[in-house]
């Protein structure tokens, strides 16, 4: 039974953040990196889904979710007028919405190559 349930967005794909930057292994590739307005990122790496989530004006400290590739046990993708691409982990379900202008597909198709390699 899933531990935890997380509803993420992401949003314009673009350059890593520095915050996660700084938490990469020696070796550790990114893949693909998203923000979400000024507060969310999110890194996909050759490792794990790195999501960085800060919560609010006044309280700035980031929430740091790491997601090692070796824990995804399932994926799932459904297209529509939101794309949403669910992943299930030894620890939990995430749910990750895109934004309209955002390519989910692509995402998709890297994560699933990537959980194949670090599996």
Same mark, same amino acid.
Do not use: H, V, Y
């Given at each position: 039974m899933a531990d935890y349930e997380l509803n993420w967005s992401f949003g314009d794909s673009g350059t890593i953040n *520095?915050?996660?930057k700084s938490l990469l292994a020696? *070796?550790?590739k990114e893949l693909r990196s998203y923000h979400q307005l000024a507060k969310n990122h999110a890194t996909l790496t050759d490792k794990r889904l790195i999501y960085l989530s800060? $919560? *609010?004006l006044i309280d700035n400290r980031?929430?740091?979710y790491c997601i090692p590739?070796?824990?995804v046990t399932m994926t799932c993708i459904q297209a529509g007028i939101k794309d949403e691409i669910k992943i299930k982990t030894l620890g939990g379900i995430i749910n990750i919405t @895109?934004?309209?202008n955002t390519d989910a $597909?692509? @995402?998709y198709n890297q994560l699933s190559r990537a959980v194949? $390699?670090?599996q």
């Open positions: *520095g915050e996660i020696a *070796g550790e800060t $919560r *609010g980031p929430d740091i590739l070796t824990s @895109f934004t309209k $597909r692509s @995402f194949i $390699r670090a």
